[in-house]
């Protein structure tokens, strides 16, 4: 189903990380997959930055909010203040259903939003939008 797209996984849990992990190597088997474990970090691989983990294009972002060092939010705010990362498509992923939390997530221009203990079966539409955008930005692939 996704091919070629890859996907930040920005998740300080490894419980957390292992479950989206297999949902989604579930839905897309050569999905490729890079972990952030805060905010700080993910900057550093959009940027190009890191030693050692690297994000090909095109991809999305699958953020947590709660984090050590660079919390969610701190991290959106960063991204769509830069203008070299402005347009990277994030959904959320979170343990919040806040309505204040999902309303600051979507002024921050969010691709989706989702609570982790409802996600389970929104996994194969999280897919299913994930491969509309790879379809998008390269549809001739």
Known sequence: MINELSVLVVEDDDVASESITRSLKKVSPNINLVYAEHGKVAIEILK????????????????????????????????????????????ILTTSNDDNDRTRAYDNNVAGYMVKSAVGPQFAKLAALMDAYRNAVEPNR
């Open 48 to 91: 190009n930055e890191h030693p050692s983990r690297f994000l090909t294009t095109p991809y999305v972002v699958l953020l947590d909010l709660n984090m050590p060092v660079m919390n969610g939010f701190e991290f959106l705010e960063y991204v769509r203040e830069d203008p070299s990362l402005q347009d990277t498509i994030v959904f």
